[in-house]
């Protein structure tokens, strides 16, 4: 979800913002005239006309079909060029690595998943790994304006690591470490956390558009929220919700405390309530949703073991969400994750859940959604939020030539 920005007072700055709404302005409702780009944006279709040319010799615009629309003579529409431009997007979980490409206009593609033990592999070894995904996408691509990083954990603005429990990372440089194996500039390298992310993702393009205040849930190994209030991302710690203490004297958790939420409603936990060890399901070799794919061809057979674990899972996060519920009052709950292909059997308990625990359950609570994006969500967010300082700043896209970066 775009957040809205303050209007500069110098003339660059006046420059680089006007062009910066018509980039969004274009990718929000795809081919535009210029006269119409006027209308939208509150310019003069003078000052239209030379942001216009400008767009063009930084190779983000060019030339569409012709507007039919309206009086005189048909006009010249201008549209995003997407693909001169992109972005890296790279998602680091607990049992795989992955990389996405996102152009300009928020298309993602070219994704790539390798499942693996990354806690296992420890922090040098995964930095090689990503940075060989790094490395592999660019040769794909003209020029690549930006990377981003999604990790599950606590991360700082200069693109550290804090804290990952799950992955038993603690102030890892990561930014750093992948710039010195890319080569890559590390301004343009940014690090952020998974759910947040993927919550912008389902804000932008998935079952979150058009809502301001939103839970996004991702089910995995973890549980991490992204928040959205008044069309902001709540960040910081807020989205470590899967080390809510809910049951004092409960499981321990990696974080070395018990009874925390993902305890409970942790793909672990659930696999373990519905099938014994030797199970398929436990297959080390199959990535979560193949995992998720065979609970759900089970609990469309009706197996009771099933069926009876997914109830238990659902009043689970009943119980987290009536927290979340009563904190932030969202609209929508986005289940993301392993809990979307889910949400089926996990609406009604975890709305009876919320019935018996939250006040706002008084008002008819939020809407309990599964995630238009499923397990694409995190690599689709981190590739936009690697394209989006091109979308606020596009002179930062050089112009004439690209600048390429050697591998």
């Known amino acids: 979800m775009p957040q809205p920005f303050d209007r500069p007072t110098d003339r660059a700055g006046v420059r680089r913002a006007n062009l910066a709404l018509l980039v969004r302005l274009l990718r929000r409702h795809g081919g535009l005239s210029r006269a119409q780009l006027a209308t939208l944006s509150g310019l003069s279709k003078a000052t239209v006309s030379g942001l216009v040319a400008e767009l063009e010799v930084r190779e ?51 994704r790539r998943r390798a499942t693996c033990d990354v806690r296992a592999l420890g922090p040098e070894r995964t930095l090689d790994e990503l940075a060989a995904l790094v490395l592999g996408a660019m040769s794909e691509v003209d020029q690549v304006a930006g990377i981003a990083v999604a990790v599950p954990g606590l991360v700082d603005p200069a693109g550290t690591v804090r804290l990952a429990p799950g992955l038993r990372w603690r102030d890892l440089a990561l930014a750093d470490g992948l710039a010195a194996r890319t080569g890559f500039p590390l301004e343009r390298i940014v690090v952020g956390n998974n759910a947040n992310l993927a919550a912008l993702a389902e804000a932008d393009s998935g079952a979150a558009r ?25 960040g910081g710690a807020a989205g470590e919700v899967g080390h809510l203490s809910l049951e004092p004297t409960g499981r321990p958790c990696v974080c070395g405390r018990r009874g925390c939420w993902q305890t409970a409603v942790g793909i672990d936990a659930f696999l373990h309530s519905l099938a014994t060890p030797r199970d398929l399901v436990h297959d080390p070799s199959l990535d979560l949703a193949q995992r998720t794919a065979i609970v759900r061809q089970r609990a469309q057979q009706g197996d009771r073991r099933v069926l009876d674990a997914l109830t238990q899972l659902g009043a689970g996060l009943g119980h987290g969400i009536a927290v979340l519920a009563d904190l932030l009052d969202p609209r929508i709950v986005v289940l993301g994750g392993y809990f979307a292909p889910l949400r089926d059997w996990l609406a009604e308990p975890i709305r009876a859940e919320l019935a018996a625990r939250s006040v706002t359950a008084e008002t008819g609570g939020p809407r309990i959604v599964a995630s238009r994006l499923g397990f694409t969500a995190v690599g689709t967010g981190a590739a936009q939020a690697a394209i989006r300082p091109l979308l606020d700043d596009p002179t930062l896209a050089p112009a004439g030539a690209p600048v390429s970066v050697e591998a």
Do not use: K, Y
């Open 210 to 234: 058009g809502c301001s205040d939103v839970v996004f849930l991702l089910g995995g190994l973890g549980v991490g929220a992204g928040l959205i209030t008044g069309g902001r991302l709540i």
């Open 60 to 110: 983000l615009v060019q030339a569409g079909g012709r507007h039919e629309g309206g009086q005189g003579r048909p006009g010249q529409l201008v549209e995003l060029r997407p693909r001169g431009n992109w972005g890296i997007g790279l998602e680091v979980a607990e049992d795989h690595l992955g990389s996405t490409l996102g152009d300009l206009a928020g298309t993602a593609t070219a």
